[in-house]
């Protein structure tokens, strides 16, 4: 059996322990108090709270979504909320309500919600995914840099859904547009493992394939490095995450029938994913191409008030489409055929593009000069590093090693997801993308961000990059 390198529920030990990594910041002690992954943890829910400092003579604000969600035999909303006030709490319930697509979203009125809701004293306890837990995050956050005072925030998981409760980040609606913001660690983490083993399904093998990006983001955020075009590299997120492919093919059997152990391990990695991306202080290393390609996707939907797909789901199938970018780049790229003056576009002809490009999903307007205001720093970042690119090129072979051993074959990742029972083929996923869409999002989605990934050096080299869209759509459509 494999093991993590790090166990989230070791407490100080396990802060301690990582505090020595490369890469750790020096400033961050011991940002979330507690996490548990238990059996039964959602009986010590009144305990962690008094350790994150909430206290019962002021409210307790419960932030939670309509989806009714099951417990064992039990509706676990009203269960958990009649528990607490037998407890001695005073719950306020903060409840989020869906928009026109049928889904909550983290956008700004969701945020503003919670944060007028808080008051002086009180605490957050956020009941849901990771959508409620980014909302309530993040209006606790807001209410905390407006007031100056300190919030006690628990975080309950209710799905091994996606990386966002461990995280000090919130991935939030602005003008349609996914922008990821500045936010707070929660004090604590409650992981009760029958919980995460009764959520849907599909959120579990989302929770997977979320994870499965780290074989697109991680090649990324070093390429992005050795270009020169991103100063916040370490290797911190990969010790920290540690054997993911041979960890997820043990325990795919576990993940699928509900057994607590591996579903315990799935909640720890997901932990993990968080804390790498928070204590890296970027959402770099778990969000390369792959993440790019699920928001171009997520923008697409938006606009066209369609429900979105399990964001990990459709991650999983955008990381197959990065895994198979960077098999066809590395295994064909020739620095010495590339003319690299023609590397370079002029700013007027990428905005003309950028412009172009969006104006097909969004007319208004508003996504792409939203998205052209983002993708102009990094064209200008492109053009000062040409240096550091030109040294690239003249030491590809070794490059080309270094890339290599963080990428994953496409057939590995499709065999974790088919051992989970996750979608493999874009058809698969609920509601299924169409081939025009996920064709816009795999064409376009360098184009929205300033993040730099494979998929610029693909544009920026002229590669050829409809006909391997055509091959990837043959085998994942
Ligand atoms: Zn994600």
């Known amino acids: 059996m494999t093991n993590l390198p790090y166990d989230p529920a070791d407490g100080e030990q396990f802060w301690e322990a990582i505090r020595k990594l490369p890469g750790y910041p020096s400033h961050e002690t011991i940002p ?3 996490m548990l992954f238990e059996s039964g943890a959602l009986f010590k829910t009144t305990d962690v709270l008094k350790l994150a400092g909430a206290s019962q003579s002021k409210p307790l604000v419960v932030v939670m979504d309509e989806t009714p969600m099951r417990r064992g035999a039990e509706d676990l909303k009203p269960f958990a909320l009649a528990m607490l006030r037998r407890e001695g709490w005073q719950i306020q319930v903060c409840a989020l309500k869906a928009d026109e697509s049928g889904q909550v979203h983290t956008d700004m009125a969701r945020i503003r ?4 809701s808080l008051t002086a004293g009180c605490a957050v306890l956020s009941i849901g995914s990771g959508v409620a837990t980014d909302i309530a995050k993040h209006g606790s956050f807001l209410r905390q840099e407006e007031s100056g005072e300190k919030i006690p925030f628990v975080v309950y998981q209710t799905a091994n859904s996606v990386s966002a409760y461990t995280s000090n980040m919130s991935p939030t609606f602005v003008d349609g547009v996914k922008r990821t913001l500045h936010s707070r660690y929660p004090d604590a983490l409650i992981c009760d493992l029958e919980t995460l083993r009764d959520a849907p399904y599909e959120m579990t093998a989302g929770g997977v394939g979320d994870m499965l990006a780290v074989f697109v983001s991680f090649p990324d955020w070093y390429l ?3 270009l020169g075009m991103d100063s916040t590299y370490s290797e911190l997120a990969k010790n920290l995450i540690g054997p993911l492919g041979s960890l997820f093919l043990e325990h795919a059997q576990g993940i699928r029938s509900g057994d607590l152990a591996s579903v315990s391990m799935l909640a720890k990695i997901i932990a993990l994913g968080g804390l790498a991306m928070s204590l890296s202080d970027a959402t770099t290393p778990m969000s390369g191409f792959e993440h790019v390609m699920s928001h171009a996707l997520d923008l697409q939907a938006e606009v066209r008030r369609k429900p ?8 999983a199938l955008a990381a197959l489409a990065g895994a198979e970018m960077y098999r066809d780049f590395l295994a064909n790229f ?8 023609a590397c370079y576009p002029s700013a007027a002809s990428m905005k003309s593009l950028v412009e172009a490009s969006f104006a097909e999903i969004d007319p208004s307007g508003k996504a792409g000069a939203e998205c052209w205001s983002d993708y102009i720093l990094k064209l200008e970042q492109w053009r000062a590093h040409r240096k550091e690119f030109e040294d690239l090129l003249a030491n590809w072979s070794w490059a080309r090693n270094r890339l290599t051993a963080e990428t994953c074959p496409p057939e590995t990742i499709r065999q974790i997801l088919l051992a989970v029972g996750a979608p493999v083929r ?3 996923l609920r509601p ?10 795999f064409m376009n989605a360098s184009l929205m961000r300033k993040r730099l990934t494979l998929g610029d050096l693909l544009i920026f080299t002229h590669w050829d990059r409809p006909s391997l869209w055509d091959r990837i759509w043959k085998i994942d459509g």
């Open 32 to 34: 979330i108090k507690r």
């Open 334 to 341: 020739d620095p010495l055929s590339l003319n690299v003056d």
């Open 426 to 428: 874009w058809s698969e």
């Open 432 to 441: 299924p993308v169409r081939e025009r869409e996920a064709r816009f999002a």
């Open 308 to 315: 979105l797909a399990v964001h990990g789901s459709q991650v």
């Open 113 to 116: 919600q919670v944060k007028e």
């Open 224 to 226: 992005a490095h050795r």
